[in-house]
């Protein structure tokens, strides 16, 4: 019984984190981005995003925007990053429900070990920073890339933030390119740290 349920837990949780890191432009570009009632404040300093029906708020800077997403659950990136399908540097955040048996801890350790072919993970520590308790992560990811017969790779520097309530987990994803990843770091933990969980 062990064995089926986190066979149940792995198989969509993969699908999820191949979504999450890996989302092609070209699906990008296809989706049409959901209609959402979340609530949205800007004030000259930070744009506070609330998702009550998920039960987090996070602040992000000013001209940050801000889109329901099909496959995450938001992303979010400086406004003129969403002149691409796949806007970098880019926050995208992810809410499931926690499948019984598992905790912060053991989601965690699955996505490192499931991805630890294409992450190179560079700290991974619990935070008691900001307002909510998470597990961040640093790793640089290499995706490879097919751009018609030529083949290349793309390596994003990520910031995960790992946080749980109750009955689900979060997953807040920082990306940027490797080569301007310290540009936007202090902008990262700041997002990270403003998690408030409901």
Known sequence: MKT???SNFLAPFLIFCLICGFTSTEALAKSKPEETS???RISKDKTKFSDAENGYSLEFPAGWRTQKDRIVN??????ESFKNP????NVK????????????DTISDTAVKQWGAIWKVESDVHSKEGKTPTRRVVL?????????SEH?????????AFAASKDKYYIISCAAYVDNFADYEKK???IIDSLTLK
């Open 74 to 79: 938001l992303v979010a990136a400086p406004l």
């Open 93 to 104: 955040v992810v809410v499931r429900p926690i499948p019984d048996g598992h905790t912060l």
């Open 38 to 40: 979340a609530d949205v």
């Open 152 to 160: 290349a790779v793309q390596q994003t520097k990520v910031l995960k």
């Open 4 to 6: 089926a349920m986190n």
């Open 188 to 190: 990262f933990t700041e």
């Open 86 to 89: 796949n806007p970098i540097p």
């Open 140 to 148: 640089v990811q290499t995706i490879p890339l097919s751009l018609g």
